[in-house]
């Protein structure tokens, strides 16, 4: 084994590292865009200290305190905001010009306010789509990458989750996901999901979001339902969830090419990273991970045994505070 804190092995269960403290923001702010949308941002940890940008996952989640914990308080300047229609950004819910390139404008426009150069970007699931699309798109502006359960958006991946893969392990879940949808629309749920949720029927739209959040509660963490996030129990949370999640995927992210993420992953080449993947996450499998870590070879890679999907399983904290323990050292 290394010497070194973050060693890109196999992660076991013995001395792993916890979050750090629970932290308030500094700061706090709401930053206007060209458009309808307003973005709600924090700031974390040290005004001075280097600066990390934490991407919430979805697409339609919302930033929370535990993602505060994953970054030294006293080295990091952490800055947070809830994406376009989610959290306490406004319009909720709105679909209206939220597409990835808008939610990368946002980026680009926050970090530019906050008068930060370069920034080190962290996300999972949903947030480490944003965080590479981001740094494909402004490698110049990334001073590393730290990621979580790797998810590039690909129509095999919407596929296994929403149509026909995970739906084998998770049987009895799957039921209750298939309920608002009548057989002869299970063909393709996507879209017949798609249908309810930007629909003007309130009630099919609430057990849509309801059925569709569930189903990613089900599944997050190996842990079972005490891995699962508070918020998806919630009807508000769920419909912008739901809705902006189920948005984004008809629409295949926005993408110009399926698979637009790993075909341009060679401009990653010289940005560090870590990769922390669980090797029982059924939300985004590894099958991706694996493919992210060999069109980039300078990226660490770690399987972590004993996880799922879920940022808050022990194994998936200690890769990700290590990680960003490594990244203060660049």
Request: proline share 6%; glycine share 10%; charged share 25%.
């Amino acid at each position: 084994m290394s010497s070194d804190p973050w060693s890109p092995a196999f992660s076991s269960s013995a001395g792993r590292r916890g979050l750090f403290r629970e932290v308030e923001p500094f700061a706090r702010g709401r930053m206007a865009t060209e458009g309808v949308h307003e973005i709600y941002f924090e700031e974390c940890g040290r005004p001075d200290g280097r600066p990390c940008v934490i991407l919430h996952g979805g697409p339609g989640g919302a930033i929370n305190p535990t993602m505060r914990r994953f970054f030294d308080p006293d080295r990091w300047r952490m800055v947070l905001f809830d994406q376009r229609g989610c959290g306490l950004s406004t319009p909720n819910a709105s679909l209206e010009e939220n597409t990835t390139w808008r939610l990368i404008e946002d980026m680009e426009r926050l970090r530019v306010q906050l008068g930060i150069e370069k920034w080190t970007v962290f996300g999972g699931s949903w947030g480490s789509t944003l965080a590479l699309a981001y740094a494909i798109t402004h490698p110049e502006r990334v001073e590393a990458l730290v990621l979580r359960g790797i998810f590039t958006l690909t129509e095999r991946e919407v596929r296994w989750f929403y149509q026909d893969g995970a739906s084998a392990l998770f049987p009895d879940a799957w039921e209750r996901y298939l309920a608002p949808i009548p057989p002869e629309e299970r063909g393709d749920l996507l879209h017949a999901y798609h249908r309810r949720l930007i629909g003007s029927d309130e009630a099919a739209k609430a057990a849509a979001a309801t059925a569709w959040s569930q189903w990613e509660g089900d599944t997050i963490s190996i842990r079972g339902p005490e891995g699962r996030p508070a918020k998806f129990g919630e009807v508000d949370f769920a419909i912008a969830f739901a809705r902006i999640e189920c948005h984004y995927f008809v629409n295949r992210g926005f993408f110009p090419e399926d698979g637009w993420i790993l075909k341009n992953a060679h401009v990653l080449a010289d940005i560090p990273g870590w990769i922390v993947q669980g090797r029982y996450d059924v939300v985004t499998p590894m099958e991706t991970a694996w493919a992210l870590k060999k069109a980039w070879p300078k990226a660490n890679f770690e399987i972590v045994w004993d996880a799922g999907h879920a940022s808050t399983e022990p194994g998936i904290i200690d890769g990700l505070v290590r990680a960003s323990e490594a990244a203060l050292r660049l």
